[in-house]
């Protein structure tokens, strides 16, 4: 059985959430779900979450799993609010522990903070499968960009990530902590491998300005068009590209924010004696020299 898509896209941060589900009144998986956050103000709302929910209740569906691709570093996540709102399960790739440990070190983080993934509700390894009501759904591990990066293959319908862009925007960066060229490179061929009916949901798409945003591509399109890896590129090339290109890329504008959040699975940092909240921002740590 392949799946019903609906997207959102936020122009904000150029990402596509989405919910994916059976049928009206059956169930449903959201899909790297944003928290819209200011950063000049640091103040947070849920826009973007709540339309993803007055979809849901208008189609009346039951969320079982809200899935993380990945901790991703140019959003913060709602995934804490939409499973307080749905009693959804919260699930990403197993290699959040990785990115946890790396990123509680950068950040200074509380003593009691558990890099063991245990603020995830399921942690998925290589080959795991569940289900969305009557969707049968894998877990393929596509490490790379981060070391928790997973697509999930709904039907015939892959979601994947940051692994893959639009064709005339590439692949993903790999300079983050945890990066890998040759590893995207594999996870990329990896997922050529599927069937050529699959159907590739970006998680982001940065359209120049004669264009919308497009949620979708196919394989045909990936394995002739894109700038990276399309056309037959070879490991040694893609690795020489990507590591140029990402030499010359500054650092995402949410990272710090959104890894501190995202880490936690949506949940904010906890409260500091007054009773706020605050983020930390450890200086001098990421990019080049000012």
Same mark, same amino acid.
């Given at each position: 059985m392949n799946p019903q898509v609906q997207n959102f896209y936020d122009p904000a941060t150029f990402?596509?959430?989405y919910v994916v589900y059976d049928h009206?009144?059956?169930h449903a998986a959201i899909v790297d779900p944003?928290? @819209?956050?200011d950063p000049a103000s640091a103040r947070t709302s849920t826009a973007a979450a709540d339309r993803v929910l007055a979809f849901v209740r208008e189609h009346s569906l039951i969320v079982d799993w809200i899935l993380e691709t990945h901790a991703h570093a140019d959003h913060l996540t709602s995934a804490a609010y939409l499973k307080r709102e749905t009693g959804a399960k919260v699930a990403i790739g197993r290699g959040i522990t990785q990115v946890q440990e790396r990123f509680k070190a950068l950040f200074g983080l509380e003593p009691e903070f558990a890099t063991d993934g245990r603020q995830f509700d399921r942690l998925f390894a290589d080959g795991d499968t569940f289900a969305?009501?009557?969707l049968q759904t894998r877990a393929i591990a596509t490490p790379g960009h981060t070391d928790d990066s997973l697509t999930y293959l709904v039907g015939d319908a892959?979601?994947?990530?940051?692994?893959?862009f639009a064709p005339e925007t590439g692949t993903a960066r790999v @300079?983050?902590?945890g990066g890998d060229a040759r590893k995207l490179y594999r996870s990329i061929r990896t997922l050529f491998d599927?069937?050529?009916d699959t159907r590739l949901f970006l998680c982001h798409d940065y359209p120049p300005a004669e264009r919308e945003a497009h949620p979708q591509s196919s394989l045909d399109e990936q394995k002739q068009r894109n700038v990276h890896v399309g056309g037959g590129a070879?490991?040694?090339t893609f690795v020489k590209i990507r590591t140029e290109r990402d030499a010359r890329l500054a650092a995402p504008k949410l990272i710090l924010p959104a890894l501190q959040v995202n880490i936690r699975a949506g949940e904010l940092p906890p409260t500091d004696a007054n009773g706020i909240r605050y983020l930390r921002l450890p200086l001098n740590q990421l990019g080049g020299e000012a």
């Open positions: 990402t596509f959430t009206d009144g059956g944003v928290l @819209d956050y969305i009501g009557e892959a979601f994947v990530g940051d692994t893959v @300079d983050f902590p599927l069937p050529a070879d490991e040694e």
